[in-house]
């Protein structure tokens, strides 16, 4: 009786979108999609763990809008990340060039949202732990302050 | 030998915005409230109050001391600017400025000629004010295209026409600010030929990356180097078509300006100026200006702050103490005949010696 009949979902409407200068960002697409599943698995069942991250980290969708082509990307770079040893992540993360860390860095933050099991997340941790001493603090700042996020 | 850092400690609060006069003997600044203060230098890093400045009703956000003519000019979270000037009493009066903005100033500076300055916005556009005798005040022009976003930082080339402005739209753009009322044709530069008032030099920024909290033009205005909060330092030589950033290990910078024609130095949220060579195609760092965080860490703790330590970084020992000499973010820095002064969140000054920085580190290269 006290509740209004007619629906509320003009609420929901981002009014500043009507807005005449609407900020919208420039992101250009570059085609990029993903890592192929098929090599990333051919390397890691072959024993190349540090090949199939650099594979995995190739074509980060980072300029897509589409959820799942990132959620997809993500888990095959956990796939990668958790066939090393703990051993073999030194070596891999010292491999990389600066860009590549810095995607790892953002795939290493997407995986933490994705909810994982516990020794996935323990494997993240020290990833994350290595990429941050060797890219330090700034890897991080870029996965937030980065407009092409993943 | 010099010493490197000279540290003056004005108050609890945070420095939000500072001006040294032409000699340093002076400075006005503002602790995060609707006040300037200017202070007189009484020797040896000590500081005496002189002057209180009070007109702003908001919090003022911007400070410039013109060297040459000794006018101070102030802009705010109010909307408002004001030119002071001291009368034959000494006392500071304000000139009215019209800046004709809906939403809060954030930054200002004078040109280099000290005939007119720029206000940088949260209106989305840049406020460009020449003095107008007739009645006595300042009015002004707009920079409004294509800017979408807050202007946070504005550097002036030294031919008083082009102005360098970081915006929160992630792009850092030189505009020409030629207003033909009061100045001559300038000749053209490597940032372009055809300098109307209002156009559009040059765009630089990858437009993905972070805000741009700080720009600085070099001493001969053929170098542009900016700073964003996706802690890169870019690099622009007049006539290049896009910049080239460099990312860094750091935390953000929020101020950055050159101190030699192949140096620039940057400060931010690591508490410590960072020096940056220009080699080859871009920056690399060089060196951190403050090197008090290579002592040896941690003091043994007590009591209460022991268990708390163990239960917040699993330690017994203490690594709470920021070591660096600015305790707090450094919210910028300035030129200074011999070196660069930083101020701080922690409501210090430090006036640094870029002479005796080059002898102690030797990886900097003036």
Redesign the interface.
Known sequence: MTTSSLSRDFRKINIEQYEE?F?E???VDNGARGPDMNQVQSFISAGKPQDALKVALQNAPTCVNNPQTKKTAAEIVVRALTSHKNSQIQPSVDSLT??EL?ILMKYIYKAFSLNQDSNTCASLLQWHDKVHTK?????I??VL????RL | MAATALQSQFSTRPISCFSFNADRSKVALSLNDPVIYIFKHTGAGKWAKTDELREHTGKVTGVSWAPKSNQIVSCGADRNAYVWKQNNEGVWKQVMVLIRVQRGAITVKWSPQENKFAIGTAARLISICYYEASNDWWVCKHIKKPIRSSVLSLSWHPNNILLAAGTSDFKCRVFSTYLKEIEEKPAATSWGKKMSFANLMGEFGTGVGGWIHGCSFSDDGERLAFIGHDSTVSFVQGGMESSIATKTQFLPFTDCTWISPNAVVAVGFDCNPMVFNLQGPGFFFSNKCDDSDKKSGGSVLSGRAMFQAMDRMASSTSSETIKTKHKNTILSVSRTADGFATGGADGQIIQWNVNALASKFSSMKL
């Open positions: 200068d900020y960002d420039e992101i600066p860009d810095d890219a330090g603090s700034g890897a700042v870029r302050a980065d407009r092409e």
